[in-house]
């Protein structure tokens, strides 16, 4: 089963409801996609960890072979390449690496090069097999990243930690998930978000359900939402000091509160009736 945590902005909780539903479960493989700013492995802090490097293929043009024809320019739907001054250019914040524009080539003036764009990390931490993709600054995309991470969610129980928001980047982390869950704060700017999370994982045709966190009382809108679109809600988690401090210093809260172990247990426990 793959469970994805996703949020509509940062700061909601999301890597905490994650890292939790991990370590209540006792055996798991925890993913960590929010590869801009990685932080599950605070929490972690796995042992035994092997780098792997992730690269994406680039065009490289043959200046002797080029006649100018401009068929690769006019085939690339992201507007990656261009002729300029008999020579063409490529702008590699935009290029999806389809290799399009070398197939289209009629002189076999192109060829593709790697360019190393971020990398993994993988641990182990107890019985938890600890993923982290790290995007390396300035680059534009972390899909490619992403899409290598998810590719060692092997064991029976995945738990992938998303992107906030809900742009490309979060699409391709939920895209082969079994079940989303949304973490919301009862506030009028985490409801607005939370929404557009929302569209998404309905767009996708996603099984999901929410977790609302940091829950001092009750936000009306958000509770009438969720009556309305008849989402279920998994477990309220209270805006609590001693959880906040917890978090704070990098501990895992389920290995310091019973209570807090129980509620993310049952809340594996929904998903799996949910399924």
């Known amino acids: 089963m793959?469970?994805?945590?996703?949020?509509?902005?940062?700061g909601?909780?999301?890597?905490l409801v994650a890292v939790n539903l991990a370590a209540a479960a006792g055996k798991a493989t925890y993913i960590d996609c929010d590869?801009?700013?990685?932080?599950?492995?605070?929490?972690?802090?796995?042992?035994?960890?092997k780098e792997k490097v992730v690269s994406t293929l680039l065009p490289e043009f043959d200046s002797k072979k080029c006649t100018g024809c401009k068929k690769c320019v006019e085939f690339c739907r992201f507007h990656a390449l261009m002729y300029v001054k008999e020579k063409p250019m490529v702008f590699s914040e935009v290029?999806?690496?389809c290799g399009g524009c070398k197939m289209v080539c009629p002189e076999g003036a192109i060829t593709e090069k790697p360019k190393e764009i971020g990398h993994l990390e993988l641990?182990?931490?107890?019985?938890?097999?600890?993923?982290?993709?790290?995007?390396?600054?300035?680059?534009?995309?972390?899909?490619?990243v992403i899409r290598e991470a998810l590719q060692h969610g092997t064991e029976e129980l995945?738990?992938?930690?998303?992107?906030?928001?809900?742009?490309?980047?979060?699409?391709?982390?939920?895209?082969?998930?079994?079940?989303?869950?949304?973490?919301?704060?009862?506030?009028?700017?985490?409801?607005?978000?939370?929404?557009?999370?929302?569209?998404?994982?309905t767009l996708l045709g996603k099984n999901c359900g929410v977790v609302i966190n940091?829950?001092?009382e009750v936000y009306q809108p958000l509770e009438d939402f969720c009556i309305e679109k008849q989402i279920p809600v998994l477990a309220r988690i209270p805006y609590d000091k001693e959880i906040?401090?917890?978090a704070a210093e990098g501990e895992i809260v389920s290995y310091k509160n019973d209570n807090i172990r129980d509620v993310f247990r049952e809340v594996l426990q929904k998903i799996g009736g949910a399924l």
């Open 123 to 144: 641990g182990v931490s107890g019985n938890i097999r600890v993923v982290t993709g790290v995007l390396n600054p300035g680059e534009a995309s972390g899909v490619p």
């Open 95 to 97: 290029c999806h690496s």
């Open 244 to 246: 906040a401090a917890q």
């Open 158 to 201: 995945v738990i992938i930690d998303c992107p906030p928001g809900s742009a490309c980047s979060v699409m391709e982390s939920v895209m082969e998930a079994d079940f989303c869950v949304m973490v919301v704060e009862p506030t009028a700017f985490g409801f607005h978000n939370f929404q557009m999370v929302y569209e998404l994982v």
């Open 12 to 15: 909601a909780g999301k890597t």
């Open 35 to 49: 590869v801009e700013e990685p932080n599950g492995r605070l929490f972690w802090k796995p042992q035994e960890v």
């Open 2 to 10: 793959k469970i994805a945590c996703l949020s509509g902005k940062g």
């Open 214 to 216: 940091k829950q001092e």
